[in-house]
C-alpha cells in the first residue's frame, strides 16, 4: 500500500516524501513540475510528471499503485498573487481538488491529509487562533484553501472519503539532514529572501508595511519547520486510519515574530547586516496571525521539536548556505 503526495517535487511535499520514505512507507509522487524541481525527487521514487487536472493521467497512476491514502500538497500558494490573479487561484487549488476527489472516488481511495492554511481566518478576532474562530479569508488563496475544505466535508458525507484539513501558519527550515529545502523561483517568502540577502543575492529585503496594529508595525506570523510540519501528516493519516473522521487542526507555534524581528534573528543566525528598506504593504495581507494548536497536541499527539525562531532560520540558513542556487545544479528527473 502506497501514499500520493500530489505536489510531492515542492517545497513541503518533497519533505514529506523523505519522512514518509524513513518511516518505512511506500510513496508515489504526482507533480507538474509548475512550481517544483526534479532535483528534489529521488532517482528511486515513482514519479509521475503530470497535472491533477488530467483524469485520465490520476487514473493511470491510481491503476499502476495500489493508493491507500493521499497527502495533497498541490496547490498555487502565494497570497499576493492570487490577488492579482484569483481565477489561477480558483482553477488550481479548488479545480485540480475536484479531480484529484473524483478520481479518489472512482478508485475507491477514502483516506485524504490536505494542506490548508492560516489564510482561511483572515484578520484574527483572538490573539490566538483556534479551529473554532471564524474563518473570513482577506485573499483569494485562503478563500480557495477554505471552498476545499468545505468541499471536503461533503465529499466525506456523500462518498465516505475522510479527510484531515491541517491549517498551516508559516513553513520554514530544511531538512535537518540537508537533503531538501526551500527554493521557489520566484522566490516571495519572507525568510528565504532575508537568506538571500544574507547571500549577497539581493541589496536588500523589502518591509511591506510598517503600519498594522502590531507592536512595531509589521505583520506578525507564527512560523513552524516544516519537518515538525510534516511529522503531523504522519499522525494525521495513522488518525484517519484509527478513527475516519472529517475534521481541521492548525499547525504552528504559538508564538508571533513580527518582520522586523524575524530579519533581526536572521541577522544573528548569519552574522551578515542584512539592509532592510520600508515599503507600502502587500495587499490581502492580515496583521497577524498565530495559532493555537492544542487541539493537534492533543488529538494527533503532535509534539514539535523547533520551537525557537533562531533554530528554524538556522536550518534554513544551512541549505541556503550549501545549496545558493537552489536545485538548479542538481540533476532532474522527469523533465
Ligand atoms: N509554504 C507555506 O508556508 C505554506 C503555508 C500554508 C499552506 N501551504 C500549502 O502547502 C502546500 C505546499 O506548499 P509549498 O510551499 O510546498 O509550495 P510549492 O509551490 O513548493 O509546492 C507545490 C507543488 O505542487 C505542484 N503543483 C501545483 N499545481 C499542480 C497541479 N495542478 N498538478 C500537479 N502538481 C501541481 C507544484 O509543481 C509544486 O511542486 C500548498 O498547498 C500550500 O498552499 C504552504
Ligand atoms: O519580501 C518580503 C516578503 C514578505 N514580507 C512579509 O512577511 C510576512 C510573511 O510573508 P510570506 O513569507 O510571503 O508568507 P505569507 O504571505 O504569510 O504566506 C505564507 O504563509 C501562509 C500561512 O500563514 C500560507 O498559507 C502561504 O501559502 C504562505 O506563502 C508577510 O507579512 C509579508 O508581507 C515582507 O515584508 N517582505
Redesign the pocket.
Known sequence: MAVLV??G?????SHAVLALKRKGFDTVI???????HGGAVSSDDHFYKG???DGEFLDQVFTNHKIDAVIH?????LVGESVQNPLKYYE?NVG?AISLLQAMERHGVKKLVF????ATYGEPESDLLTEEDTVSPTNPYGET?LAVEKMLKWSSEAYGIHSIALR?F??AGADPEGLRGED?DPET?LIPIILQVALGQRDHISIFGTDYATPDGTCIRDYIHVSDLVDAHLLALEKLESDPETTVFNLGNGQGFSVKEVIDTARKVTGHDIPAKEEARRAGDPAKLVASAEKARIILKWNPVYTNLHDIIESAWKWHEAHPHGYDQETRKGD
Not at 517535487?9 to 511535499?13: E, K, L, P, Q, S
Not at 504526482?30 to 517544483?36: A, I, P, S, Y
Not at 494542506?115 to 492560516?118: I, K
Open positions: 500530489t505536489g517535487a515542492g517545497y513541503i511535499g504526482v507533480d507538474n513540475l509548475q512550481t517544483g497535472s491533477l487536472h500538497f498541490a496547490a498555487s500558494s488550481n485540480g494542506s490548508s492554511t492560516a484553501k498551516y508559516n513553513v521557489h517568502h
